[in-house]
């Protein structure tokens, strides 16, 4: 412990007339250290935005921001004309304008082709009134797993369905 931060000093005696060091006066470490660094760092700041300033391309050209202005201008204009398009109304409706077809139900003893999203139970539910007949409809297709129910199928809905 020899350095001048850590070293002991001896304790306080009443009536000594003072000691040795007065720490006020005492210089710390450091402090000119620090404002080295500061000064170093806005330096290479400085330097380092010079060499960017210099470096620097010009611009963009003229004739590019004209060019890119003039396709601005032709594109407002393809948008406008086409919210007109779609402000006057058509008579004749569009696939995507119509809406859903709404399939007319199977009566018990016809048939139903499986479509995506189908389940044996929504079946049950919507052609026999109860979502537990099921394993009705399954056992009049011969279906062993009724989880597996491909797309196309062409199901029997049993007679006595609903009953």
């Given at each position: 412990?020899?350095?001048?931060?850590?070293?002991?000093?001896?304790?306080?005696?009443?009536?000594?007339?003072?000691?040795?060091?007065?720490?006020?006066?005492?210089?710390?470490?450091?402090?000119?250290?620090?404002?080295?660094?500061?000064?170093?760092?806005?330096?290479?700041?400085?330097?380092?935005?010079?060499?960017?300033?210099?470096?620097?391309?010009?611009?963009?050209?003229?004739?590019?921001?004209?060019?890119?202005?003039?396709?601005?201008?032709?594109?407002?204009q393809e948008n406008?004309?086409?919210?007109?398009?779609?402000?006057?109304?058509?008579?004749?409706?569009?696939?995507?304008?119509?809406?859903?077809?709404?399939?007319?139900?199977?009566?018990?003893?016809?048939?139903?082709?499986?479509?995506?999203?189908?389940?044996?139970?929504?079946?049950?539910?919507?052609?026999?009134?109860?979502?537990?007949?099921?394993?009705?409809?399954?056992?009049?297709?011969?279906?062993?797993?009724?989880?597996?129910?491909?797309?196309?199928?062409?199901?029997?809905?049993?007679?006595?369905?609903?009953?």
């Open positions: 412990m020899g350095d001048r931060l850590t070293e002991t000093y001896p304790p306080y005696e009443a009536g000594d007339e003072a000691y040795e060091w007065d720490y006020n006066e005492r210089q710390r470490p450091g402090g000119k250290i620090l404002w080295g660094r500061v000064v170093v760092l806005a330096v290479g700041l400085f330097l380092a935005f010079l060499l960017g300033r210099t470096t620097a391309p010009e611009g963009i050209p003229a004739s590019r921001v004209s060019a890119l202005q003039d396709d601005i201008g032709e594109l407002q406008e004309e086409l919210q007109a398009v779609l402000a006057e109304p058509t008579n004749e409706p569009t696939d995507a304008a119509t809406p859903a077809e709404e399939e007319e139900p199977v009566e018990p003893g016809e048939s139903y082709v499986v479509e995506k999203g189908d389940t044996l139970r929504g079946i049950a539910e919507t052609y026999c009134g109860d979502a537990s007949f099921d394993d009705l409809i399954a056992e009049a297709n011969d279906i062993d797993d009724p989880t597996n129910l491909p797309v196309g199928t062409e199901l029997t809905i049993p007679a006595d369905c609903g009953e």
